[in-house]
């Protein structure tokens, strides 16, 4: 937020001047471009590794001052034969950031000369430079001093030209990613229904357009299950619709569709006060969503492709929902509202209904922080994937495995399905404890049709899940490098 990273790119030509960060493999001397620099050191390679006990594994650092007070960092690149995937070249990244910012150097030079370092695997890097660097400390009055507050780096690689395309190719999906963390970190009271609309309005700027329904016409579509999670909120619903038209014209477009929950008390079915300020993250979905459009309006994706946002905040007031109330959704389905805190569920029903009649996507896949079952299933290390589709499951299996946000596959069944229906309506919003995300999953899957269709439950993997090499944040903005993967890999022309 407040601090600033410039990322360039330059060729392998003399010792540069300031912190110079090398690689060393394992039990090995720094080769190539790394020899010639630490030659200008003016030291003994073998002595200066065994005094500080550096063997060039990985995440090992070797830190020292050679002729003329020149600064060198070396670090361990574990062994030379090893097979680095792409995304642990953004480890690798977001790692080289934290050892940098130990260092607290504002300009640094990284000299990248190994096997494997192809333009791609440099732009992995940098992405993961951008991704760690990433504070969100705006409402600090006093800054956080644990890394300069701009930073410049410069890689120097075989082949800078290559390596600059790649840089900015990965760094839009990047933006998108760190996008969706801002929007997930806000505070509430920053950012309604409103103001979430608003933001992803300004996409407008990048090519996308952009309608922003307000509550008069969602209650002319018949989208009262929607808005009926919003009527105990003096802050008004708000459903976005942002098109991306790079692909052919007349071709069905992905669709992405996103819980908005800017703050969820559970409404009437209160939540217990002991962590319900992480609350202002239930609209992870949303945000990965927005951040996923940005990701690709940015890289001019060919490709057409609609995402759709439900906003809306749930508060408990002698306007709201109640248990037992029953509403009918857009597609005309009534639904008992067992418990008011199975809400996403409620916004999702309609916007998906909506999306699916309108757009006639080519699939449609939505994000929602749906369930703390979840959580319980599969803790912070995977998402749960439900899906009426095969070939569509593996294939973002498969894009999780790639962008290191994993994805794990959860059942579908009629048994299950048979558990939603209500003595008083068509179904029920809420089942109790048993296999409650995939009761939730269920529930969605009434309202897709025949359409290809995917449900991420992301409510382990928004927010709170701890740090990585690539994230310090709360927040870490998921699910946007994940679904920019599988647009890439699977549905681009």
């Not at 953004?90 to 333009?119: M, Q």
């Not at 999906?173 to 929007?183: F, S």
């Not at 090499?469 to 903005?477: D, I, K, L, M, Q």
Request: glycine content about 10%; some cysteine; hydrophobic content about 45%.
């Amino acid at each position: 937020m407040s601090q600033s990273i410039t990322i360039r790119t330059a060729a392998h030509a003399g010792v540069p001047a300031g912190l110079t960060v090398i690689y060393a493999a394992e039990n090995e001397a720094p080769s190539g471009a790394a020899a010639t620099v630490w030659a200008a050191t003016g030291l003994a390679w073998a002595e200066t590794a065994e005094a500080g006990a550096f063997k060039g594994k990985q995440g090992q650092a070797l830190d020292v001052l050679g002729a003329g007070g020149k600064r060198l960092l070396v670090l361990g690149r574990g062994k030379s034969d090893a097979d680095v995937p792409l995304n642990g070249w953004t480890d690798r990244g977001g790692s080289l950031l934290a050892k940098i910012a130990a260092t607290r150097a504002e300009t640094v030079a990284v000299v990248i000369d190994e096997p494997g370092a192809t333009p791609a695997a440099i732009g992995e890097l940098a992405a993961g430079l951008r991704l760690r660097h990433y504070r969100f400390d705006k409402y600090k009055s006093a800054k956080s001093d644990d890394a300069p507050a701009a930073l410049a780096v410069t890689l120097h690689v075989a082949d800078p030209a290559a390596a600059d395309a790649a840089i900015a190719d990965r760094g839009a999906t990047v933006d998108g990613t760190l996008l969706a963390r801002d929007l997930i970190n806000e505070p509430a009271n920053v950012l309604g229904p409103v103001e979430f609309a608003a933001r992803a309005a300004e996409l407008a700027s990048l090519g996308v357009d952009i309608e922003v329904l307000e509550p008069e016409a969602l209650e002319k579509l018949g989208m009262a299950s929607l808005l009926c999670v919003a009527q105990g909120s003096d802050r008004p619903a708000r459903l976005v619709v942002m098109q991306w038209r790079g692909g052919d014209a007349g071709t069905a477009p992905l669709a992405f569709v996103g819980k908005g929950v800017v703050f969820d008390t559970g409404g009437i079915s209160i939540k217990p006060a002991a962590s319900m300020e992480d609350m202002k993250g239930d609209m992870g979905g949303a945000a990965a969503v927005t951040g996923l459009m940005l990701a690709l309006a940015t890289r001019k994706a060919p490709v057409n492709v609609v995402g759709v946002i439900g906003l809306v905040e749930n508060m408990p007031s002698g306007k709201s929902v109640r248990p037992g109330d029953i509403v009918k959704a857009m597609s005309g389905t009534t639904i008992e509202v067992i418990n008011t805190d199975a809400e996403g569920r409620l916004v999702l029903a309609d916007a998906l209904w909506y999306t699916q009649d309108r757009f006639k996507p080519h699939f449609m896949i939505n994000l929602a922080t749906l369930t703390g079952a979840i959580v319980v299933a599969l803790g912070h290390e995977h998402a749960g994937l439900f899906s009426n589709n095969d070939e569509l499951a593996t294939r973002l299996l498969g894009a999780g495995i790639a962008a290191n946000e994993k994805l794990w596959r959860m059942p579908l069944a009629p048994a299950y399905d048979k558990l939603i229906e209500s003595k008083f309506a068509d179904i029920r919003n809420s089942v109790g404890r048993p296999a409650g995300s995939i009761t939730a999953a269920q529930f969605l899957q009434r309202f897709v049709n025949d359409t290809p269709w995917a449900h991420l439950d992301i409510a382990g993997t928004a927010f709170g899940a701890g740090n990585s090499e690539v994230n310090t944040s709360w927040a870490p903005g998921f699910g946007v490098a994940l679904l920019d993967r599988l647009v890439r890999d699977h549905y681009e022309r």
